[in-house]
């Protein structure tokens, strides 16, 4: 498959500013562990690939299991994760879906326990920057494979 266009190159801007979010993201308080989750979560949800090569990458290197990556689409049936990923991965798939059946009280109701509401609105930012990335890389085509993770000499000390 080709990739459509270069998005750095084609409008600076644009990925300036969605660099400028995940710089929110990354600084917001939130588990490092977590959010590398839920990135993982939203990029399988939307089938893309240079998104789930990246943040397995970068799960990885931060110390994630290999059995946890590989059982995160089948979470709600494996003890792998804490209440507080659960309730994390609950809340992506439901901001993640949210044409299909918006966020309901119920979801709300379950997740809000486990963050306190500014972390909650820090992970729903996590969720939409994640979703926004998809659509780009998806709708153009970016290549998966070739990324090196930005932890990667975290791993190396391991």
Same mark, same amino acid.
């Given at each position: 498959?080709? %990739?459509? +266009?270069?998005?750095?190159?084609?409008?600076p801007?644009?990925?300036?500013?969605?660099?400028a +979010?995940?710089?929110?993201?990354? $600084?917001?308080? &939130?588990?490092?562990?977590? +959010? #590398?989750?839920?990135?993982?979560?939203?990029?399988?949800?939307?089938?893309?690939?240079?998104? /789930?090569?990246?943040?397995s990458?970068?799960? @990885?290197? /931060?110390?994630?299991?290999?059995? @946890? &990556?590989?059982?995160?689409?089948?979470?709600?049936? $494996? %003890?792998?994760?804490?209440?507080r #990923?659960?309730?994390? +991965? #609950?809340?992506?798939?439901?901001?993640?879906?949210?044409?299909?059946?918006?966020?309901?009280?119920?979801?709300y109701? @379950?997740?809000?326990?486990?963050?306190?509401?500014?972390?909650?609105?820090?992970?729903? /930012?996590?969720?939409?920057?994640?979703?926004?990335?998809?659509? /780009?890389?998806?709708?153009? @085509?970016?290549? %998966?494979?070739?990324?090196?993770?930005?932890?990667? #000499? &975290?791993?190396?000390?391991?």
């Amino acid at each position: 498959m080709e %990739p459509r +266009l270069n998005l750095v190159k084609t409008s600076p801007k644009a990925y300036q500013a969605m660099l400028a +979010l995940e710089q929110v993201v990354d $600084s917001c308080g &939130l588990e490092r562990s977590l +959010l #590398e989750l839920v990135k993982m979560r939203a990029s399988q949800i939307n089938g893309c690939a240079y998104c /789930l090569d990246m943040h397995s990458k970068d799960a @990885r290197a /931060l110390g994630e299991t290999e059995q @946890r &990556l590989y059982l995160l689409n089948a979470w709600r049936e $494996s %003890p792998q994760y804490s209440e507080r #990923e659960r309730a994390a +991965l #609950e809340w992506t798939e439901a901001v993640t879906l949210i044409a299909q059946s918006h966020v309901s009280d119920e979801t709300y109701q @379950r997740v809000k326990p486990y963050f306190s509401p500014e972390e909650l609105v820090n992970l729903t /930012l996590a969720i939409g920057t994640i979703n926004a990335w998809n659509r /780009l890389v998806i709708s153009f @085509r970016v290549t %998966p494979g070739s990324y090196k993770s930005r932890f990667a #000499e &975290l791993e190396a000390k391991a």
